[in-house]
Each structure stands twice: as structure tokens, then as C-alpha cells.
């Protein structure tokens, strides 16, 4: 079965101070990993697709990065608008379903 | 750019109340999905569209059924609403996932309370 694990759940961090979230899955043939945004009561936004180990991608203060096993997304020098939860998703070849399996996601809160 | 819209942001209806959900995409997409989220358990699948008049069963279908008439029309139908159906429910569509690996794009939700 397809796995998807974040961590951590939540973090809190002071403007300026640089981290990372981390997303690890487990899956048989991967074909993309989606990285989304979550602001409180709407929708996920889109950030990014990683398609194979070694793929980083970049966003403003963000980037995205994959291997084998996990995926992290890099925040750099954050704002307080960068607080959001942070959802990861893994689309695989397995039992010939296509459909995402989501991590739980990281609430993310950067304090001024 | 990419637009999926919801019929309401939020919604109140009495238990035993028959509830419809509906969801248009303005992308062409062959893939139309519903989704519910709840706090500590993350984005759940209902329902998943691949065509019009095609659906797959997600994880959680029990209570719920779909219709997808037209391909830009999705609609998430709950026959005889419980409390425990209040939610926050997502739609999403996405390109046909076969030869390739497409996002997802969501619309902004549906809070339905089930009193």
C-alpha cells in the first residue's frame, strides 16, 4: 500500500529563520510528487511537481527537492505569509490506479 | 489559468436533508475528484471521475454518490445527510493521469454543516 508521511505535524518558526519539511513515501514506481499550499478555509494551491531523485525545483523562498525515499521542502528566509499548511502527494504505478495518496500535511506559522 | 468553482462556500442543512454538491472545472480536464477534510485526518477520496458518466469509488464513498453528466459538471450528492458528514469538501480536477503525471488543481471548498 502507498504511503505518504509528513513531519513534522506542525512547526513554528521566527521570520527570517530558515527550515525544512520533510515528506517520505513509500510506493511501487513513482510517478510525481505534488507539493501544495493550504491557506484556512480554501482550497490547496498547487507549488510544485518532482518527477525523479536528484529534481529540485524553486519558488521565491521555497524549493522543493526529491530522492528515492522523501522529499523536502526548503523554506528560506520565511514571512509570515508563508503560513500555511504544506501538503505533499504521490501519484504511483501500482495495481494500475493513478489517483495521489496525500501526506496529512505541516501547519507552518512564522511569527514577525 | 485553471478555475474550479464550488455552487457554495458554506452550507447548513438538517440530518436526514438530501445534500448536492457541485463542482465546474474550465480546463477540459478529464479527471474530476471529490474530496472531504477533517481535521487530523487529512484529505479524504470519495469519488473519483475519469468520464463523463464514469466514477470510481475512493475511500470513503459510503452516504455519498456522484454524477457526471458533462465533463466540466461534477456533482457530489448526499442521499440522507448525518452529522457526521459535516466537513469541509474539496473538488479537484486534473488532466487524464495516463502518459503522464498531472497536478491537481482545487476548488476553494464547501463547509457543510449537518445539524
Known amino acids: 500500500e502507498d504511503q505518504v508521511t509528513q513531519s513534522p505535524e506542525a512547526l513554528r518558526l521566527q521570520e527570517g529563520e530558515s527550515s525544512s519539511l520533510n515528506c517520505s513515501y513509500t510506493?511501487?514506481?513513482?510517478?510525481?510528487l505534488f507539493w501544495y499550499r493550504q491557506d484556512p478555509g480554501k482550497g490547496p494551491e498547487f507549488l510544485f511537481t518532482?518527477?525523479?531523485a536528484g529534481e529540485e525545483k524553486e519558488k521565491e523562498r521555497l524549493k522543493a527537492t526529491l530522492t528515492k525515499k522523501e522529499s523536502f521542502l526548503h523554506i528560506t528566509a520565511p514571512k509570515p505569509e508563508d503560513s500555511a499548511t504544506y501538503l505533499c502527494?504521490?501519484?504511483?504505478?501500482?495495481?494500475?490506479?493513478?489517483?495521489?495518496?496525500f501526506g496529512r500535511g505541516t501547519s507552518l506559522i512564522v511569527h514577525p | 489559468d485553471v478555475k474550479v468553482t464550488q455552487s457554495s462556500r458554506y452550507l447548513v442543512k438538517r440530518t436526514g436533508e438530501k445534500v448536492f454538491l457541485e463542482c465546474v472545472q474550465d480546463?477540459?480536464?478529464?479527471?474530476m475528484f471529490w474530496y472531504r477534510q477533517d481535521p487530523g485526518l487529512g484529505l479524504r477520496l470519495i469519488y473519483f471521475s475519469y468520464d463523463v458518466k464514469m466514477k470510481e469509488k475512493g475511500d470513503i464513498p459510503e452516504g455519498y454518490s456522484v454524477s457526471r453528466e458533462k465533463k466540466e459538471r461534477f456533482s457530489l450528492i448526499l442521499e440522507s445527510a448525518s452529522t457526521n458528514q459535516t466537513s469541509m469538501y474539496l473538488c479537484?480536477?486534473?488532466?487524464?493521469?495516463?502518459?503522464?503525471?498531472?497536478?491537481?488543481?482545487f476548488g476553494p471548498g464547501t463547509r457543510l454543516t449537518v445539524t
Open positions: 510506493v511501487s514506481g513513482l510517478r510525481g
Open positions: 518532482l518527477y525523479s
Open positions: 479537484a480536477s486534473s488532466p487524464a493521469f495516463q502518459g503522464g503525471s498531472y497536478e491537481q488543481y
Open positions: 502527494a504521490v501519484q504511483a504505478i501500482s495495481g494500475g490506479s493513478y489517483i495521489p495518496t
Open positions: 480546463m477540459d480536464h478529464e479527471n
